[in-house]
């Protein structure tokens, strides 16, 4: 797997941030010849300029909070008709996913609109808790995460691996309990590690909590209960500079040997 958008929110791009990055979530994981792709943050920007074409592809969207979406009006794919895309997302306020996706291509937000733009071959399909689909040879899955407005996790299984991403997720609920059994001995868990215990509960600034983000200490808990090989820190607060996250990776670390905070261009090779 690939990550090309670690950021939480909102695009935190400068000098400051240049190791970890400063893209909102875009994550790629291969599975033999097929290419998934777990939310469209800026990141997707990267990912869609960097692949040959044609691009055949699965996008499997968390929810449609602006930073995992707004890549998609800059994927470059989709505006080649060579391209073969399946879009899965879950259904939210009584609109598809495609309704969803091109109400953000709209005026007075966006000045074209993704039908008049977008030529790539695209299938829209709905995707929610309890489903599974095959994509080749992996299975994927999804679980409703703690997140305002509803968020689907997903967790990927390939022959004897697998990995969850669970993006967007508030620890501290009766949900903790189902990601344990959803994300049970996997070999990845990407979890929502945005703030530190003093900021969550109101130790410094105002407090986070009901806001849909966990701590590190929240991902730390749910990888040791999960019994995940490797935790993966995701959805850094935009603020955070890289020294920051070198020094909260090594407190982690600390507490569970293999961490590692997700940064552009990392890759993990199962
Ligand atoms: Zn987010
Ligand atoms: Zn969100």
Redesign the pocket.
Known sequence: MRFWGVRGSIPAPGAKTSRYGGNTPCVEVRCGDELLIFDLGSGARLLGDSHPRPLRASVFLS?Y?W??LQGLPFFSPMFDPRNQFVVYGPTRNGQTVQQILSGQMRQPYFPVSAEAVFRASVDYRPFAEGQQVQVGEAVVRALELN?PGG?LGYRVDYRQHSVVYAT?IEHGSESDERLVEFARGTDVLIYDAMYTDDEYFGRVGPPKTGW?HSTWRGAVDAAQRTGAKTLVLFHHEPTRDDEWLDRVTRMVKRHLPGTVAARESLVIQL
């Open positions: 929810h909070h930073d995992h997140h968020n967007d849909g």
